[in-house]
């Protein structure tokens, strides 16, 4: 089973849509997560971090299910902007130990948001 | 400037060729991290520096050299590349080595070797 798993898409869904991504991660004593977004031939950008009780950040709905060992990402009323790879992003070992720094990310899963 | 800059955008050598590539951060960032992307594949980490000192080598090939001489400027040395080490490589940053900080990454560098 790969470290993090996501569905490379890609995803092509109209304005305003809803669209949720998925991501499964192998390692059950991961302790930190994340979602990065990364436009084309750009950097990847911190989105949100997952936390235990689920976040949300305006549109966007990031929940861990650490039992399933997946955390998912949901997108509200999607814009034209929200075109982009998003990364799901695990840290195997937490805020300390070794390899503490040791970020994992999946492949990615495209979106297209189309007029 | 701000956040974490990386030069050059592109680079194309030879694979007899010496080049550097260079990252800054004017973050005030403890720790510094290089990482490959290559096509279709997830982010690799190569390196990482915690307060200049090296804590990281990810079996990385010796013809990538790391360089962190303080803790804001962080240089990946290359000599005797092979057309597979094409990539884009990343330059990060984060408060600490402890990661629930996330990341902070610099624009890249497209490296193309012939």
């Known amino acids: 089973r790969k470290e993090v798993e996501q569905d490379p898409g890609p995803f092509n869904v109209p304005e305003g849509a809803t669209v949720a991504f998925n991501c499964t991660y192998s390692?059950?004593?991961?302790?930190?997560f994340f979602w990065y977004r990364q436009d084309c031939r750009k950097e990847p950008k911190l989105l949100m971090s997952?936390?235990?009780s689920g976040n949300e950040d305006g549109r966007f709905t990031a929940q861990l299910n650490r039992a399933s060992q997946y955390i998912s990402l949901l997108i509200r009323d999607s814009k034209l902007s929200d075109s982009a790879t998003y990364l799901c992003?695990?840290?195997?070992?937490?805020?300390?130990?070794?390899?503490?720094?040791?970020?994992?990310f999946g492949k990615g899963t495209k979106l297209s948001v189309i007029p | 400037e701000t956040g974490v800059t990386q030069t050059p955008r592109h680079l194309v050598m030879g694979m007899t060729n010496k080049k550097s590539l260079k990252c800054e951060q004017h973050?005030?960032?403890?720790?510094m991290y290089w990482y490959k992307q290559s096509a279709k594949k997830p982010l690799e980490l190569m390196f990482v520096y915690s307060l200049e000192e090296r804590v990281e080598n990810n079996s990385v090939p010796s013809r990538f050299s790391p360089e962190c001489p303080n803790s804001s400027h962080l240089f990946l040395h290359l000599h005797t590349l092979q057309p597979e080490d094409s990539a884009l490589y990343l330059c990060?940053?984060?408060?600490?080595?402890?990661?629930?900080?996330?990341?902070?990454f610099g624009s890249g560098t497209r490296l193309t070797v012939v």
């Open positions: 997952v936390y235990s």
């Open positions: 992003v695990v840290n195997p070992q937490g805020d300390s130990g070794a390899g503490s720094y040791q970020l994992t």
């Open positions: 973050l005030g960032h403890n720790a």
């Open positions: 990060a940053s984060s408060p600490w080595t402890g990661t629930n900080y996330g990341y902070t």
């Open positions: 390692n059950s004593a991961s302790q930190s």
